[in-house]
């Protein structure tokens, strides 16, 4: 049973350019989270989502970032319009259910924006 | 509001000692309590977890954890260090439906 897959792992844009970070949950698990992580410090909620329904975006900003959870595919997380600051790590998690079950992390997608 | 506390930015312990790994909550209701740890540029790893029953837990590479309801902790401990635990750990506290909250981190360094 392979592990959370992240693609890419490392992502380079400049200013104004759009990212796309892509994530397959393990296998049999519908329960996908986001989070954020700067340099040197914890992970932050962004977002989380079922198959088809976002059930929890309080922890993403308001403008340019989004999510999606398809029936089909990976999960998507889209930044538009990158700034300097959105430079991170970005982890996708996964779970089979909701607070009980441990989530399991993907590699993480590291982005610079320059 | 919940959060989580990791009171120590960073624990150096000698090889073959016990460690511990401090961590402190504020939740409302019965907390549901995590230990993960992040090897460098990797994600992390999930270590145990306290959910209901026996305070002590055990999980993964011979760590433990005891949850002690009254001064609202959740310390991780390892009787026997090795060099090849260091690395960066984190406390979570699962809020209800959503999502993890993570402490700061705590870094540990086992030195030979």
């Known amino acids: 049973n392979a592990g959370v897959m992240q693609n890419p792992r490392h992502l380079v844009r400049r200013r104004g350019q759009e990212a796309r970070l892509r994530c397959s949950p393990m296998k049999g698990h519908s329960h996908v989270y986001w989070y954020r992580q700067l340099p040197e410090e914890g992970l932050k909620f962004m977002v989380y989502?079922?198959?088809?329904?976002?059930?929890?975006e309080s922890g993403m900003p308001k403008e340019r970032f989004s999510a999606e959870f398809p029936k089909e595919g990976p999960s998507i997380l889209r930044i538009q319009q990158v700034v300097r600051g959105d430079s991170a790590a970005y982890f996708c998690?996964?779970?089979?259910?909701?607070?009980?079950?441990?989530?399991?992390f993907g590699p993480g997608t590291r982005l610079t924006v320059t | 509001a919940q959060s989580v506390a990791q009171p120590e930015d960073q624990v150096n312990v000698a090889e073959g000692n016990p460690l511990t790994v401090k961590c402190t909550y504020s939740?409302?209701?019965?907390?549901?309590l995590f230990w993960y740890v992040q090897y460098p540029n990797r994600g992390l790893q999930f270590l145990l977890k306290y959910i209901t029953g026996d305070n002590l837990v055990k999980g993964s590479y011979g760590f433990e954890a005891e949850f002690n309801k009254s001064q609202t902790s959740f310390h991780l401990k390892k009787p026997s260090a090795l060099v090849s635990d260091s690395a960066l750990y984190f406390c979570?506290?699962?809020?209800?439906?959503?999502?993890?909250?993570f402490g700061g981190g705590t870094r540990l360094m086992v030195k030979p």
């Open positions: 998690a996964s779970s089979p259910g909701g607070a009980a079950y441990e989530q399991y």
């Open positions: 939740v409302s209701g019965n907390p549901y």
């Open positions: 979570a506290v699962f809020k209800a439906g959503n999502m993890l909250t």
């Open positions: 989502l079922q198959k088809e329904n976002i059930i929890d």
